[in-house]
């Protein structure tokens, strides 16, 4: 199975900060590569699929890029709602993999 | 508008067998290109997939856990069956159910609707 791993696990970052997290994919995914962001008790939500392209409805402050192994999720200007978990998949194999998480905290 | 829902049991014991349901609306499970999977996450840990059901019938499983797990659909009911055999404590999770689709336009399966999740205490 492909092994996804995200750096860092967590963050502390103040509003308005620019972050950025990164996630690492143990053999080429191409560009199948998601990024969800999770809130404290509720369902993972669809960011960025395909490793950059933008789900309808959701904030162009958010943006990924990246192919093959290496692939980062930035947050251009933080907002008080996007303090949360963030995890990267992998859909390139039938059997998807998901990333440790970043949680991403108030500083 | 789509929906999933996850039901089953809120605690097993070791041992038994875990049944969960997917009861989904806005969609059919018979639509070429789509797809349900269950997806599991631990108290404060990472998500895991387990396993896939395609609108062919095509079964996908978890390499760890494909021996202790059976997916299934009734296409009739709207609905995705998960059993899970010889639960342990280590089991204790939320399980979500999520749908991923082919959209032409994007050339690309999106995962794009999940369930709430159902917690699953596993006592020993």
Request: with cysteine; net charge positive.
């Amino acid at each position: 199975d492909i092994q996804m791993t995200q750096s860092p696990s967590s963050l502390s970052a103040s509003v308005r900060d620019r972050v950025t997290i990164t996630c690492r994919a143990s053999q080429s995914i191409s560009r199948h590569l998601n990024w969800y962001q999770q809130q404290p008790g509720k369902a993972p939500k669809l960011l960025i699929y395909a490793a950059s392209s933008l789900q309808s409805g959701v904030p162009s402050r958010f943006s990924g890029s990246g192919s093959g192994t290496d692939f980062t999720l930035t947050i251009s200007t933080l907002q008080p709602e996007d303090f949360a978990t963030y995890y990267c998949q992998q859909s390139y194999t039938s059997r998807p993999t998901f990333g440790g998480g970043t949680k991403v905290e108030i500083k | 508008q789509v929906t999933l829902k996850e039901s089953g049991p809120a605690l097993v014991k070791s041992t038994q067998t875990l049944t969960l349901t997917c009861t989904f609306s806005g969609f059919s499970l018979s639509t070429t290109g789509m797809r349900v999977s269950w997806i599991r996450q631990p108290p404060g840990k990472a998500l895991e997939w387990l396993a896939r059901i395609d609108w062919d019938d095509d079964k996908f499983y978890s390499t760890s856990l494909k021996t202790r797990l059976t997916i299934s659909k009734d296409t009739s009911k709207n609905q995705v069956v998960l059993t899970m055999a010889n639960m342990d404590p280590v089991d204790t999770a939320t399980y979500y159910c999520a749908r991923d689709y082919y959209y032409e336009s994007s050339a690309y399966y999106l995962w794009d609707y999940w369930g709430q999740g159902t917690l699953v205490t596993v006592s020993s």
